[in-house]
């Protein structure tokens, strides 16, 4: 929630314009990135404010691809700059190598990810598919609501990341076009407040000609095993951090946004909606309606995927008569999507006993209408009284299309 005072700081700006303020203010000394929509205004803003020498002591790198970006910044990393990027959808595929290798040398490069579908066939409109193609790679991923979540969450992110007990790379995940492209009030953070909040880059081990290390080497099967056993344990030391560092920030900025997790109206919801990113909006918006005619059905906004909230997710919906979620993303050869299933996942071998069904929606920028939701509410009540049917399905089909 915002602070009534901040009200009067507010600015009607493109969504992309704020995250590029937001990556201004956190002091990068180096940004490389590809132009592709819906992520091309957030780097020509960046392009902007260097050229006009807004960000000082940075390189901005222009490269020929996103491949050659990442790798940029894997260089930089490594010789204790702050980096940043910008990607999305087919971008983010073909960094996809560079970012095991990214986090692998635990590099903490922050980038932003403008959420697109992935072809074929070819679609530029929102959903999740291409971030979660990558859930893999080793990267911290935070999914946001709104588009001062996305600006706010930057120097979260940057300084859970940069903790030298975590040193890994994380992406700040926008719904293209809904949250990148839209004009909204947000308040641009401030450059001083967020020097308070987000210390200089200061890594354990660099890249230095003086004191001679190597990062990326080569690892034979007697030493392998404990490089991923030390990435992970890094991974599990970031899900307290995050919560610690997004309570840190409302102290500073007066603004919270949830930490690895965030609810509305869930202390007594019978039925619980799970969801990610900017289509929480709209289910919030039909459960006030809900709540108006006296139900109880409440919202579970997921905002940290990676790492994976389990403890948190288990208690937050232990005394639901049913859970629902819904997935802007699909794994062929499951049906489900992958919230669903991780949700499904942390739940199996805890106390926790409740039915869960998943709906993978939102495909390539479809809308997704208050009476979809409702329709799912009225699915999900269905369950909590005679147990599921289905399991998983996809919401909305055009059957005249198949």
């Known amino acids: 929630m915002i602070n009534p005072a901040y009200k009067k700081k507010m600015v009607v700006v493109e969504g992309s314009y704020a995250v590029a303020h937001a990556a201004k203010v956190c002091r990068p000394n180096v940004i490389s990135a590809y132009p592709i929509t819906p992520q091309t205004h957030i780097v020509e803003d960046l392009s902007q404010f260097i050229a006009d020498g807004e960000i000082p002591n940075c390189e901005y790198i222009n490269v020929e691809a996103e491949f050659s970006a990442i790798s940029a910044l894997i260089g930089a990393s490594a010789v204790g700059a702050r980096t940043y990027s910008a990607t999305t959808s087919q971008g983010l595929l073909l960094m996809h190598e560079a970012l095991f290798n990214t986090s692998g040398m635990r590099l903490p490069v922050v980038m932003t990810v403008a959420n697109r579908a992935i072809s074929a066939p070819i679609n530029i409109w929102n959903d999740h598919q291409d971030a979660i193609a990558q859930r893999d790679t080793g990267w911290i991923q935070l999914y946001v609501e709104d588009v001062q979540e ?239 049917t289905v399991e998983s399905q996809f919401l909305d089909l055009k059957e005249e299309l198949l």
């Open 150 to 388: 996305a600006c706010d969450t930057l120097p979260q992110l940057y300084k859970i990341a940069e903790d030298n007990e975590i040193m890994v790379p994380g992406m700040v995940c926008m719904d293209g076009f809904i949250l990148s492209h839209v004009y909204e009030p947000v308040v641009l953070l401030e450059q001083e407040l967020t020097d308070n909040f987000l210390p200089p880059f200061q890594p354990d081990d660099i890249l230095d000609p003086e004191d001679p290390k190597t990062f990326g080497a080569f690892a034979a099967p007697d030493t392998y095993e404990e490089f991923r056993y030390l990435h992970e344990q890094a991974m599990q030391k970031a899900l307290p951090k995050i919560e610690a560092i997004a309570k840190e920030f409302e102290e500073v900025f007066g603004r919270y946004h949830g930490g690895l997790i965030d609810g509305y109206m869930l202390d007594d919801a019978e039925i619980i909606i799970m969801s990610m990113g900017s289509i929480l909006g709209t289910v919030k918006d039909v459960v006030d309606e809900y709540r108006a005619k006296g139900e109880k059905i409440g919202v579970l906004k997921v905002r940290s995927f990676r790492p994976f909230p389990k403890e948190q997710i288990c208690e937050a919906v232990k005394n639901a008569h049913a859970v629902v979620v819904l997935d802007k993303n699909i794994s062929i050869g499951t049906n489900e999507g992958a919230l669903f299933t991780e949700t499904k996942s942390c739940l199996y071998n805890s106390k926790v006993r409740v039915p869960v069904i998943g709906y993978t929606i939102g495909h390539g920028g479809r809308d997704i209408r208050v009476e979809s939701i409702a329709k799912v509410i009225e699915e999900t009540k269905k369950v909590a009284k005679s147990g599921i």
